[in-house]
C-alpha cells in the first residue's frame, strides 16, 4: 500500500517568517494530495488540496507544489501568524487515503 | 448540517470488553472510514466504506470490525478490548469515491483501556 513520508516532526518560527513541510509518497499512481490542519482537542481540517494533473496551487498564504516525477509535494505558509500553530498532516490518495505522521508547527510571536 | 458527528467523545474500558464506536454523517458521502490517531504516527486507516453494504480493511484492521447498513451510519466495533488500543478515533466521510475530495472529521473519540 501507499507509504507516506513527512518532514520535519516539529518546526518552529518567528512570526512573518516563511515555513515549508515536505512529505513524499511511494506509489506513483497516487493522484490526490491534500493538506489537513489540526488544532488541539479536535478533528483535522482540509486547508489545501493538489490533483495530479496540477503542479502548483495556491490560496492567499497557503501554497502547494507538486513533483510527481519525485513523487514528492510541499505546504508553503508565508507571512506566519501565531494562529497558524497547530499540526498539520499531508496524505496521498489513490481510493483510501494514506496520512503522513504530521509536522507540529510553532509560530512565536 | 451537522457534518460528521462521533460519540462518545471520552470513553474508558478495561481490558477484555467490548464497545461501539457511532459514527454519522448528514452530508450523503458515500465514502467513510474509521482511522486511529497515535503519537508520532499520524492517522492510520482501520477499515473504510465505499457505500451502504461495502467495507474493506485498512492499514491496521485487526481487533476492529465495521458494517455499513446505510449510508448515513458507520459504527466501529471494539470486539475484546486491549491496552494496544488505547488511542484518539476519527469517523471521516468524503463525496463519490471515483472523485478526489477532502475528508470532513469529526471531532474524536478518546479511547482508554486499561
Known amino acids: 500500500g501507499e507509504n507516506v513520508e513527512q518532514h520535519p516532526s516539529t518546526l518552529s518560527v518567528q512570526e512573518g517568517d516563511s515555513a515549508v513541510i515536505k512529505c513524499t509518497y511511494s506509489?506513483?499512481?497516487?493522484?490526490?494530495f491534500p493538506w489537513y490542519k489540526q488544532e488541539l482537542g479536535k478533528g483535522p481540517q482540509l486547508i489545501i488540496d493538489i490533483r495530479s494533473n496540477v503542479g502548483e496551487k495556491k490560496d492567499q498564504r497557503i501554497a502547494v507544489t507538486l513533483n510527481k516525477t519525485a513523487k514528492h509535494f510541499s505546504l508553503h505558509i508565508t507571512e506566519t501568524q501565531p494562529e497558524d500553530s497547530a499540526v498539520y498532516f499531508c496524505a496521498a490518495s489513490i481510493n483510501d487515503m494514506r496520512f503522513g505522521a504530521g509536522t507540529r508547527l510553532t509560530v512565536k510571536p | 448540517n451537522a457534518g460528521v458527528t462521533q460519540t462518545p467523545k471520552f470513553q474508558v474500558l478495561k481490558t477484555g470488553q467490548s464497545m461501539t464506536l457511532q459514527c454519522a454523517q448528514d452530508m450523503n458521502h458515500e465514502y467513510m472510514s474509521w482511522y486511529r490517531q497515535d503519537p508520532g504516527m499520524g492517522l492510520r486507516l482501520i477499515h473504510y466504506s465505499v457505500g451502504a453494504g461495502i467495507t474493506d480493511q485498512g492499514e491496521v484492521p485487526n481487533g476492529y470490525n465495521v458494517s455499513r447498513s446505510t449510508t448515513e451510519d458507520f459504527p466501529l466495533r471494539l470486539l475484546s478490548a486491549a491496552p494496544s488500543q488505547t488511542s484518539v478515533y476519527f469517523c471521516a466521510s468524503r463525496r463519490n469515491p471515483g472523485q478526489h475530495y477532502g475528508y470532513t472529521f469529526g471531532s474524536g473519540t478518546r479511547l482508554t483501556v486499561v
Open positions: 506509489d506513483s499512481a497516487s493522484n490526490y
